[in-house]
């Protein structure tokens, strides 16, 4: 019977398994054109515009950045990730302040099978509390619930950007759940942004 349940997980292991590598065979970062970056470096992009936090309250910040260091490289049914090493959102006004407590990991997967060098961006583990000093109220908001990451955006690759092969950019369009603290937070947040990959200068995701 301990053998049967054992052969059981394996089996439940290899189907979640194939079904990710089903929507796609490989996730690679490349700079430049096919040219696979490696463990150790890291991956920085500014915002060219507002950011913005909305749910209870709007949230408003003029400048943001993130960077993060690759530790795992990717491969077939493995994405690109590793830990976000800075995370910030400056200037959000004088009605809220926001705080970065854990800056969490981030993962890279291809966008589509063909591999035209777009990507999603998914995050683990980030957590960020917003005081609303006008309301007297305070909410924290998580990218993970249950283990499971938050789909954060779509990164647009160098190579479907022409015709000269410009800078990837990232579109944060996502929902982070609250965690904790008062039901008057709501149940989610919504942030939007949109970031300019400034290191490498070149960069697709294959």
């Not at 089903?22 to 970062?29: C, D, V």
Request: some cysteine; proline content about 3%.
């Amino acid at each position: 019977m301990k053998n049967l349940k054992k052969l059981g997980l394996l089996a439940v292991a290899a189907a979640a398994l194939m079904a990710f590598a089903g929507t796609s065979a490989a996730h690679e970062l490349t700079s430049p054109a096919a040219k696979k970056v490696e463990k150790g470096k890291s991956i920085l992009a500014a915002s060219k515009e507002q950011t913005t936090f909305s749910g209870v309250a709007n949230v408003t910040c003029q400048q943001s950045l993130f960077e993060f260091e690759i530790t795992e490289d990717g491969g077939k049914s493995l994405p690109v990730g590793g830990p976000v090493s800075r995370l910030v959102f400056a200037e959000c006004g004088e009605n809220a302040d926001l705080k970065v407590k854990k800056t969490g990991n981030l993962q890279v997967t291809t966008r589509f099978a063909e591999f035209d060098g777009d990507g999603k961006l998914w995050s683990a583990a980030l957590e960020i509390t917003i005081e609303f000093t006008a309301l007297g109220l305070s909410c924290a908001y998580t990218t993970e619930k249950g283990g499971i990451a938050t789909y954060l955006g779509w990164i647009r690759g160098s190579k479907s950007r022409p015709p000269e092969n410009e800078t990837a950019t990232v579109t944060i369009e996502a929902e982070l759940p609250r965690t904790g603290h008062s039901f008057f937070c709501g149940s989610t947040i919504e942030w939007k942004g949109a970031y300019l990959v400034e290191t490498p200068d070149y960069l697709d995701v294959d």
